[in-house]
Each structure stands twice: as C-alpha cells, then as structure tokens.
C-alpha cells in the first residue's frame, strides 16, 4: 500500500500540482501563497534541527490558530519539559503565534510553513518529508495531506491524531471517507472531540479516548485573566462591580455575537444588563450593532482600546479584541453567536471559564463543542426571542456542575497518551 500512495504522490499528485500553480501563476491567491510559503526559505527558525545534528523530541501539525490553541497546551509543557519541538502549519492565520513562540523558546523551536505550492522532493524546507527529524507527529484532525500519510506508515514512525471527528459526516448521514478511515488506521493514538466521535470510532473498530485539549488552554487563561485585565481592560474594575451589582438572571453576554442575534434581545426587560462582544470589530459590523439596538431602545456605552472612564449603562458593546474568554466568568448566562450565520462559535470558553447556563442559535450542527456542553446539562438551542427570555429565566438547576472541573483533571493523563511530556 505505502509503494503504491508513493508512486502517486511523487510522480502523479506533485508533478500536477506544480503543473498547475505554474499554469495560474497569475492568481491573487495563488500569488499570495506562493509569498507566504517562500518565507520558509529566508528565516532561520524555518530551518531543519537537521543542519544542526539535532532530532526533535516531537512534531506537531496544524491549520490554523483554532487548531493550534487544541494543542497548545501540549506544545507549552512539553517545551517547559526541556523538549526540543517542530511545528508545521498551514494558515497565516497563525502565523503570529507561532514566531511569538518561537523566539520566546528559541532553542527549541523550529517551524514550517507547509509548502503546498513550493513542495518539491528532496530539498528542505520545500519538502515536510525532508525537514522533519521527530518519529512522533501529532496532527489535529483537518490536513490529511498525502504526504504526512506516507510518513506515518514507515515503520519507525508514530502518527498520532487528536480533536478527531466524525460529525460533519454525522450531520450529513453519510460515512467517513476511505482516505480519512486510512489516516486513522495507521495512527498510533488517537483523541476523539468527544463522546459521539468515540463511540462511532469504536464502530469502525478503532480505539481510542475522547478529550478537548482545549478545556486545558482555556483554563489557563481564565486563571491569569486579572493580569490581563491590568494591561489591557483598564476600567474592568468598575465594570465588574456594575455586573456585579446585577442579580443572575438579569445579566447576560452575548459573544462572539453578530447582528443577526440582536433579534433575540425584543423581550428582555430594559433593566436587565446586556453586554455584547461582537465576532467582528470592522466600522461597517459595529455600525450594525448600533442600529440594532437603536431599534431595540437600548441606550449603549461603548467600551473600546481608548475607554479611560466607566460609565454605567444596561447595555455594553466591547469594542476590545482578545478578553472575550476571560469576560465569561463574570456571567452566569452566556449565549454564543453565530448560530444564525454560518455556525456557533467557541462554546468551550463560556463553559470552561464559568458561564452556568449557555444559549445558542440553531447552526450548531458542524460544533463538537457543542456536544460536550449538552451532554453536560449547560446548553440550550433558542430560535425565538420567547424562547430567549424563559432560557434566561431558568437559572439550570439540573446542570451537571462539576462534569467540566473532571475534565480538566482528566488533562494530565490525556497529555501522557498523546505527548508524553
């Protein structure tokens, strides 16, 4: 089997994907991904652990920043361990993150920009197959490139998949592909999202455990959200005492929120304090969300980067990137946007960071996250502005509380079956 993925990969699939990207050399996006890839071969930290003598302890494999931060709490111990790290990613989107880390572990880091368009055999840094010194890759669920199969079926070895799921296809009623049925037969270990991707795992006769590494990072930023807070929230002190001036069931959050949640908000008593963080902060969406709740006769205090004073209001829009997570655990009800658009957002922040009772639209269907706050009695799909005013009532008195605080000590052992650091 691996002869014949070879034969195709090196002298089928390359040869056309060159082929093409030389034919649409002329593409915006073709021309911007070729700049990106390129970067790979100037800096110094995108260089092999192989021109120094030196092997990796461990890879690991990503798209983009919501598949880094699933593992980032694996990458951030095995380096306090001493380990000696190589990370392979495929979006820009996380490209920030990565040279942050990378010049704070200096030593121990190397990075590739996994080359795509710029791939050709036998050269580093333009080959994952040649850059790679670790036995051990650890891919998150999305990129099954043909390339990193083939590294995993040499014998010595060891692929390991975690944050895997079968509920795109669950939503669809249709089966796992051959391809990804492939990837998962030749790894080692494997880290299921969560209970129903376990159970259809097993199905397919191949074992496992489930866990969202995630619940990990997430309590880790809750913990140092005071620190945050002092440098980048400077009125946050006046603003915890206005929420908390708030009884439970008169104040609620509304992240990651978009215009099209506002419609849920036409029942909610004037004096119930609302406070709206949006997924985006562009001048176009933020006007949205005025003339939103200028409809709603809602009077709003923005709060944004240049707020020096507090002032108290029952509706607040956070024009501030980056504390959303840390905002959750100052409210007990916690409704995550999206579920009106495309699909929800992150429901693991709310529920790791200490929201109670979470809220959603009904675009849930592609989340795993999801899954896991319903198993645990904290998650309620609302379709309605009635629907939205008796959730906000019901203070979740058959909530399984303490389900999450067990997840989180599951983390060690789980970081031992997949890391070993």
């Not at 009623?173 to 795992?201: C, H, R, T």
């Not at 995630?214 to 959200?225: D, G, K, N």
């Not at 809220?359 to 998650?379: K, L, V």
């Amino acid at each position: 089997m691996r002869g014949i993925l070879f034969f195709l990969f090196w002298f089928i699939y390359l040869p056309l994907l060159r082929l093409l990207s030389l034919l649409l050399f002329w593409n915006s996006k073709i021309i911007e991904r070729n700049r990106f890839e390129k970067k790979n071969k100037f800096e110094a930290r995108a260089q092999s652990f192989r021109d120094y003598g030196i092997e990796a302890d461990m890879c690991f494999e990503f798209s983009s920043e919501g598949e880094y931060q699933q593992v980032a709490p694996l990458i951030e111990d095995c380096l306090r361990a001493g380990q000696n790290i190589e990370l392979v990613f495929f979006s820009p989107s996380v490209e920030k993150a990565i040279m942050k880390l990378a010049w704070d572990y200096r030593n121990q880091v190397r990075y590739l920009r996994y080359p795509v368009l710029r791939l050709f055999p036998f050269i580093e840094r333009r080959s994952f197959t040649h850059w790679v010194t670790a036995k051990t890759l650890i891919m998150v669920r999305y990129d099954l490139f043909p390339e990193f199969l083939l590294w995993g079926m040499k014998k010595d070895h060891n692929l390991r998949m975690v944050w895997m799921s079968f509920k795109k296809e669950r939503s669809k009623g249709k089966f796992p592909s051959f391809w990804k049925k492939l990837f998962l037969k030749n790894a080692s270990a494997i880290v299921y999202a969560g209970e129903p991707d376990l159970k259809q795992g097993r199905e397919l006769g191949l074992d496992g455990k489930a866990f969202d590494f995630r619940i990990e990072q997430i309590r880790r930023r809750t913990e140092l959200r005071e620190e945050k807070f002092k440098k980048v929230f400077p009125v946050y002190p006046d603003f915890r005492a206005h929420v908390d001036s708030f009884g439970t069931g008169q104040k609620i959050i509304l992240g990651n929120a978009w215009p099209s949640d506002l419609f849920l908000l036409r029942d909610i008593p004037q004096d119930t304090l609302v406070v709206i963080v949006p997924h985006q902060l562009s001048d176009e969406m933020l006007s949205l969300f005025w003339e939103g709740l200028d409809g709603l006769a809602r009077e709003v205090l923005e709060i944004n980067d240049f707020t020096t004073s507090f002032k108290p209001s029952n509706t607040i829009l956070i024009n501030k990137k980056g504390i959303l997570c840390e905002l959750y655990a100052d409210f007990p009800h916690a409704y995550v946007g999206g579920g009106f658009e495309g699909s929800i957002h992150s429901v693991l922040e709310p529920l790791v960071s200490g929201s109670l009772n979470l809220s959603c639209g009904p675009f849930h269907h592609r989340s795993t996250e999801y899954d896991i706050a319903h198993d645990a009695g904290r998650m309620s799909e609302v379709n309605t502005p009635e629907q939205f005013l008796a959730w906000l009532n019901d203070h979740g008195k058959n909530a399984e509380h303490d389900r999450i605080n067990r997840l989180v000590k599951d983390y060690e052992s789980l970081r031992e079956f997949v890391a070993s650091c």
